[in-house]
Structures are given as structure tokens and as C-alpha cells.
């Protein structure tokens, strides 16, 4: 598909004004809410870990609500069967039969709170959502919504009734997003503006604009050797010491999955539009490297008694590969990026 500049800077105009609408509710917090942007222009789901407090429910919602569409809210619990989850059939006394009463997961947005806390029945069900954006039920599968995203989160600190998520599913997740406490400024700002009067928000995107929006960050330009840098990052979880980095191997049990490196590109796509390009740069992909990568490999026993975590051995991965030197911010090559062609000059 080939697309004007204008275009694309139209659709990150109209991501400007989502992000703008959001933050007079959510201070701070932007790496959390620029990954929110890019895994709804890239179709991905979203997994927000962090301690209580810090405005990951609020975010999600707010972001539902300056995207006019459909949003359901699922408090995940213990007891939680996959019935509350997909829906279920309900027999029909009137008419003799069994009618089908589809569950919250039928939306467009669907904030799964504090999603570890739900048994494995219900992390399968949510699984086949979150893969093929379809449910079962009884014998009949049903389409969801689309777009249809999965934004979740989960508590580190508590493993009281808890459930570690499924590798599988786990690796479902576009972006996994650590956040952190806000500094004092922003926390003075929180205090300021939640104890005066709570702000509100207004929708300002239709579903139908961001599925336009989706189309247009799927044009983005991507180099080949972007492409070779996000599946070089990959590798080097799997096989660190072919990088010169033999003493991570005894840390890494399973390295990333292919997942890592096409999410690197498609996340790359989404942020580089939200930037205002429509080209990726290599600090595109490494910027989405720990939110993309992180939670894609497995520690090995070794780490887990050294306290070695996974965002130290990325931070190793991407100090030791280095970043493509990629020239598209010639004219001729914007051209190129913009899929027309141009002789050089």
C-alpha cells in the first residue's frame, strides 16, 4: 500500500491528540502509555506489571475511554471459570433449546486485571482469544471484535493466590511494560489534581479511525537491515556466547522466540509513527527491545540464584550488537520509504 507523507503525519497527528486527551488524567508514566499507543496501531496485546498504586488500571481505562469503543473490565480471581470469561449456552425453556450468552471478552478493549490470579481453565480460554481473536463455545466459535486488544495487569510483590501465567501465553504479549513509582514531582501533580476535582476525558478517535490508523503503520518503511538488527537481538538470547557474550549462557535456559523479532518490526512500525516518521530507525527497535524481549526467554536456575534478571542480560545483548547504520533521511530515500519511485538525483 502506498501512502503520501501527508498522510502519515496526519495519522501521528491524530495519535498525538489520543496521547494528549490521556495524560490530563495520567501523569508521568509515558514509556507505559507510549507502548499502550504502538500496540494499538500494531494489533498486540499488552501485559503491565507493577506495584499497586500506580495508575495501570486508570491508564487502560482512560485509554478506552478517549478511543470510542467497546471496553469490558474483567477482575480475574481465583474462582473465576472460563464461562465468566467467553460466555456460555443457557438453556432456553420457552423455546426448548439452548441460546448462547457470550461473555465480557466480546470487546473491543478488554482490561484483564490482575490477570494471575485466574486458574489455568480460564488463562486457556483467554489464550485462544488472545491468538486467534476467536472463542469456543460448546460447539461453536465465535469472531471477536476487531480490532480486539488485551491490555493486562499483574502485582510482582503478592504470590498469595496467584498463578504464574503459561510460557505460551506469556509469549502473546506484544509488550510487557515494568513500571515503576512516579518521581516527586509527578506525585505532587497526582495529589494536586485527584484531590481538586478528577479530570475527565473525551472520545477522540472512532474504532473505524484506528483501524485506519492500523493500515497506515502497517505502510511504515522498514530497511532490511532493521529487519537483520531485530532478528539479530533475538539470536543473541538464544546463542549469547556466538556474540561474545559466553558468560550469559549459563543464564539463559531458553532463549527468545520468533515472536521477539517480528514484534521488534511491527512494534517499530507503530512507535516510528507515533513519532512522526514514516520510516523506522534502528533506535525504534532498541528502544522496544526490553518491552518486547523481556519476558520472552527463560532464566535458567543459575540466574535465579544470582539474581540475575532478564533486563540485565538485555542490556548486555544490546551493548554488545550493534545498530545498523541505516541513511533513509535523504530525500530520495523518504521517497523510497513513501513507496514511490525516484530517480537519483
Do not use: W
Amino acid at each position: 500500500m502506498t501512502l503520501s507523507v501527508e498522510t502519515f503525519q496526519q495519522a501521528s497527528a491524530s495519535m498525538r491528540k489520543v496521547l494528549v486527551e490521556i495524560k490530563r488524567v495520567i501523569v508521568g508514566q509515558d514509556l507505559m502509555l507510549e507502548r499502550i499507543m504502538a500496540a494499538l496501531l500494531a494489533r498486540g496485546h499488552v501485559l503491565i506489571e507493577g506495584v499497586p498504586g500506580l495508575a495501570k488500571t486508570l491508564a487502560i481505562k482512560t485509554t478506552a475511554r478517549v478511543i470510542d469503543c467497546s471496553f469490558k473490565r474483567i477482575q480475574f480471581t481465583p474462582d473465576l471459570v472460563p464461562a465468566d470469561l467467553v460466555g456460555t449456552r443457557i438453556y432456553n425453556q420457552h423455546s426448548g433449546t439452548f441460546d448462547t450468552e457470550v461473555g465480557p471478552v466480546f470487546a473491543n478493549l478488554v482490561l484483564a486485571d490482575e490477570i494471575n490470579r485466574a486458574p489455568a481453565k480460564v488463562q486457556s480460554a483467554l489464550l485462544e482469544s488472545m491468538q486467534e481473536r476467536q472463542v469456543t463455545i460448546g460447539k461453536q466459535t465465535f469472531p471477536l471484535p476487531n480490532p480486539f486488544l488485551v491490555l493486562a495487569t499483574q502485582n510482582p510483590i503478592e504470590s498469595e493466590g496467584t498463578y504464574p501465567l503459561p510460557e505460551a501465553q506469556v509469549d502473546r504479549f506484544m509488550f510487557k511494560v515494568v513500571i515503576t513509582y512516579p518521581s516527586m514531582h509527578e506525585e505532587i501533580t497526582v495529589v494536586e489534581r485527584m484531590t481538586v476535582e478528577h479530570p475527565d476525558v473525551s472520545p477522540v478517535l472512532h474504532v473505524d479511525e484506528l483501524l485506519e490508523l492500523q493500515q497506515v503503520a502497517d505502510a511504515v518503511y522498514v530497511h532490511p537491515k532493521i529487519m537483520e538488527y531485530a532478528v539479530t537481538l533475538a539470536n543473541a538470547t538464544r546463542r549469547p556466547k556466538d556474540y561474545g557474550l559466553p558468560e550469559l549462557s549459563q543464564f539463559v535456559a531458553f532463549g527468545s522466540s520468533p515472536r521477539a523479532s517480528l514484534n521488534l518490526i511491527l512494534g517499530g512500525k507503530a512507535l516510528a509513527l507515533i513519532r512522526g516518521r514514516e520510516f523506522v530507525l534502528p533506535e525504534d527497535v532498541r528502544d522496544l527491545a526490553p518491552e518486547v524481549m523481556r519476558h520472552r526467554f527463560v532464566l535458567s536456575y543459575e540466574a535465579l540464584a544470582q539474581d540475575m534478571t532478564s533486563d540485565v542480560i538485555l542490556s548486555r545483548i544490546l551493548a554488545a550488537v550493534p545498530a545498523p547504520r541505516v541513511h533513509i533521511g535523504d530525500p530520495y530515500e523518504r521517497e523510497k520509504a513513501a513507496g514511490r519511485t525516484v530517480a537519483p538525483s
